[in-house]
């Protein structure tokens, strides 16, 4: 049975208490308020309070599946929730009934709806005691995803999934202990809160103490009032608590070093006596701090650790009811979320956590595709990336989904920037990492601190870009810099528990141009050479203080370009990967200025540099790579319905054949098309990333892949393209370089369009549709029937036209044809 009977209190709430024989009769009454075996769904939209409790159990008495929705919801979003689930009784909040109403003008039926105020003080059915004992294979919960990525999906947890994780915490480890007054803080519609603060403890008969708010007044009050042995919360709840608490200790000389005496020390009992202010302003009674929802910080768990507190992690999500590992008291290990619980198997696949288990969902409310990507043979495939230790310790690395890919290959998690950014305490109080093309941004929150201290949003900005983003910029790896911020006063969107909605960032982004208060002049030749040169190739005005990358935002290409022309007007070699080391613009003319050789304006001349001698051996070719692209034709034919149109556009003479990226097929799918002379004559080219391993080497060099290294040295690569292209072959390229993350079109290099130019080669522009509904990026497995088009589009000839102009010419006719099948 899920509820207990007795005089225990089971609820303590603004100054009364509520016994279990209470707790029964209260949600006796809610569940005789709509007794009949028609409802199968009950919708609970309100704040936390002793009603919400009552309207659950009273859908598990009737039957039903209980549907929590975010108090915080908007309007439309509550309508979403009710038009997929269709909760037959909804139970609402006076506060929220308004907002309810509202959403009812959105949805297709009409639920009967119970206002939980009119309700909660009434007298209980104490004779009717609810007998809480279903099968336990029976739905029990449909939790809604708050969504990093976009709309949520109903989470489908059985009576069995949540005593799996209930029985793990309380029997397997005794965590939870009938004894236990534990803090009810967190919003009930996330499974952490609902399960931690409210069904376990009245499934073991301990008590809960509901806070009023998430006011630090309120929980302390709380804390000190029903002497709360355990606080469960998220890692952005801990990180406020130890603000204040560091801000108090960094004020005092004596505290400060008894925090360093307590650090080396590293005993619990010693912490305990000296922060003894600090654990009675917790009531004196916690005896275990429990963090969920996203990773802790690894500095505010040792904080903690130092306090004398101990602060267990567990890693999880939603769809496992929710948790999968979690740490043991007495074998904290900061920075790691513990140890797999006993109902749980985990393995690590390709660096990815999949889970397998009683605690693992049903599935998602209404959506069988949805499911299968995530649940393959019972094994939940998580999404994160992750290890265990050899002491069996689960450490996790980073969010599958959030891995964002450059076209050089390089594999970059936001969080690692995130965190080293916020780092800078004095300047940041969040950071937001998104990507854009081949460079990532960033939304920054100033601390309030600084942004008291500015003046106005220019000196906020200047601040931040110089003393934060450059310096940064300065100590790590040439791909992971930020190129552009946008100072937010405000916050970050996040989901209810702390995540970052990151696919909102980008919504945020803003255009801070600085006027200069007085008109900069700098009386140096070089400045105003390379000035000028910068602004015709990246139009816009060029200041001493800008920097190439952060201020201009110059890529790979456009520094060997630059390179070439330094080289050329001045006589300096400057490396490609040496000029960001230059503060500004300034300070490279300086440079030059004590080292040039010459001075005399160039053009970077790409005919000479394709001119230039360079040796390839194109990989040889075996019959096997032609036969395997014809048969995979029919293959693809056969799975996607795959077609192909506009083969007369092809030219006989050769060319270069450019596709937007859609899947790793893409290649294969365009190829098929060929005629076979024109297969044995026609190459791609892969990162060499892609190919380390020695079997693949092999394998590429007899099947008409050149591999080179664009990330090392992007303007050798070109010319060894260009020879490939002299010796009358045809080149594959991919102008994004990297595959679609959500089907539209990213922004095109100029590679392709340079080699065309000054080769004088026809472009072929390829529009490929389908692909990305068949293999979306992140997905292992091809989606079958999906319909995938190949259309060859009429060639860009280059005749004298400009590298932008070649390059936009081809986007624009791919993009007029994906425009045109959404339409």
């Not at 690692?416 to 800078?424: C, P, S, T, V």
């Not at 141009?513 to 990246?538: G, R, W």
């Amino acid at each position: 049975m899920f509820i207990n009977k007795g005089e225990n209190i089971a609820v303590w709430a603004k100054g009364k208490t509520v016994t279990y024989n209470v707790l029964g009769g209260k949600i006796s009454k809610f569940s005789s308020l709509y007794k009949t075996t028609t409802t199968s769904k009950v919708g609970i939209f309100s704040e936390n309070r002793l009603g919400w409790i009552y309207s659950f159990y009273a859908a598990w008495d009737n039957g039903a599946v209980a549907v929590p929705i975010d108090f915080m919801s908007t309007v439309s979003e509550v309508a979403y929730i009710l038009n997929d689930c269709k909760p037959e009784v909804v139970f609402v909040s006076s506060a929220k009934k308004g907002d309810l109403e509202e959403a009812l003008k959105e949805t297709e039926y009409r639920p009967d709806v119970f206002v939980i105020d009119e309700y909660e003080d009434s007298e209980g059915l104490f004779e009717d005691f609810p007998l809480i004992d279903p099968d336990l294979e029976k739905t029990a919960v449909i939790i809604y995803t708050s969504g990093t990525t976009g709309n949520p999906k109903g989470v489908m947890l059985s009576y069995q999934n949540l005593l799996s994780n209930i029985h793990a915490v309380s029997r397997d480890v005794e965590i939870y202990k009938p004894t236990d007054t534990i803090l009810m803080l967190l919003p009930l519609h996330h499974i952490l809160p609902l399960l931690g603060t409210m069904v376990l403890p009245i499934f073991n008969g301990a008590k809960i103490a509901l806070s009023p708010s998430m006011a630090s007044e309120d929980i302390i009050k709380t804390l000190q009032q029903c002497k709360v042995t355990i606080l469960i919360g998220v890692p952005r709840l801990y990180a406020a608590i130890h603000k204040g608490i560091s801000d108090k200790i960094s004020k005092s000389a004596v505290a400060r070093t008894l925090f360093k005496v307590a650090r080396a020390a590293n005993s619990k009992a010693f912490s305990k006596v000296v922060f003894g202010a600090v654990h009675k302003k917790f009531g004196g009674h916690v005896r275990h701090m429990v963090s969920g929802g996203a990773a802790l910080d690894k500095e505010i768990g040792e904080y903690y650790e130092t306090l004398g507190f101990e602060v267990l992690e567990g890693y999880g999500m939603t769809e496992a009811a929710p948790m999968i590992t979690f740490t043991r008291p007495g074998k904290v290990k900061i920075g790691s979320p513990g140890f797999l619980l006993p109902s749980c198997q985990v393995e690590i696949r390709e660096g990815e956590i999949v889970a397998k288990g009683k605690n693992i969902m049903q599935g998602y409310y209404n959506r069988p595709q949805e499911t299968a990507e995530v649940l393959k043979d019972g094994w939940l495939y998580t999404g994160d990336l992750g290890h265990f230790d050899e002491e069996g310790y689960l450490h996790i690395t980073g969010r599958k989904k959030e891995i964002l890919i450059l076209s050089n290959g390089k594999n970059i998690n936001p969080v690692e920037i995130e965190y080293k950014l916020e780092r800078y305490a004095a300047f940041v109080k969040e950071v937001g990492v998104y990507q854009s093309g081949d460079q990532f941004k960033a939304i920054v929150v100033p601390s309030d601190e600084l942004s008291l201290n500015c003046k106005d949003a220019d000196e906020l900005y200047r601040i931040v870009k110089k003393e934060v983003i450059e310096d940064y910029n300065k100590q790590c790896a040439s791909y992971k810099k930020v190129m552009d911020i946008t100072v937010l006063n405000g916050e970050l969107p996040r989901t209810r528990l702390g995540k970052i909605r990151r696919f909102k960032l980008a919504g945020l982004e803003s255009h801070q141009e600085i006027e200069e208060q007085v008109p900069v002049t700098v009386d140096m030749a070089e400045f105003n050479i390379v000035a000028k040169y910068l602004e015709e190739e990246k139009r816009k005005k060029v200041l001493p203080d800008h920097h190439l990358e952060l201020d201009l935002g110059l890529d790979s290409l456009d520094k060997v370009s630059f390179q070439v022309f330094l080289n050329s007007t001045f006589g300096v070699d400057v490396d490609p990967g040496e000029l960001v080391r230059f503060n500004n613009i300034l300070s490279l003319c300086e440079y030059l200025h004590e080292n040039r050789k010459k001075m005399e304006v160039e053009k970077v001349d790409w005919t000479k540099i394709l001119k230039e001698k360079v040796h390839i051996s194109l990989p040889r070719t075996w019959f096997t790579g032609r036969l395997l692209v014809k048969i995979s034709k029919y293959f693809f034919s056969l799975y996607f319905g795959l077609k192909g149109k506009g083969l007369k556009n092809i030219p006989d003479e050769p060319c270069i054949i450019a596709p937007n990226h859609q899947s790793y097929f893409d290649g294969l799918f365009v190829a098929s098309f060929l005629k076979s002379k024109m297969i044995k004559n026609t190459y791609f080219y892969a990162k060499e990333k892609h190919v380390s391993k020695r079997w693949l080497k092999f394998v590429a060099n007899r099947n008409h892949v050149i591999v080179m290294d664009l990330n090392k040295d992007l303007k050798e690569s070109i010319q060894k393209l260009g020879e490939a292209l002299r010796k009358k072959k045809n080149l594959i390229i991919f102008p994004e370089g990297t595959r679609t993350k959500n089907g539209n079109l990213g922004d095109f290099k100029k590679t392709f369009a340079i080699l065309s130019r000054e080769l004088n080669v026809p472009v072929v522009p390829v529009s490929i549709k389908g692909a990305y509904d068949a293999l979306p990026k992140g997905s292992k497995f091809p989606k079958p029937f999906k319909k995938v088009m190949v259309e060859f589009l009429e060639p860009v000839m280059p005749g004298a036209d400009t590298y932008d102009n070649i390059r936009d010419a081809v986007y624009n006719k791919i993009a007029k044809t994906q425009l045109a099948i959404k339409s």
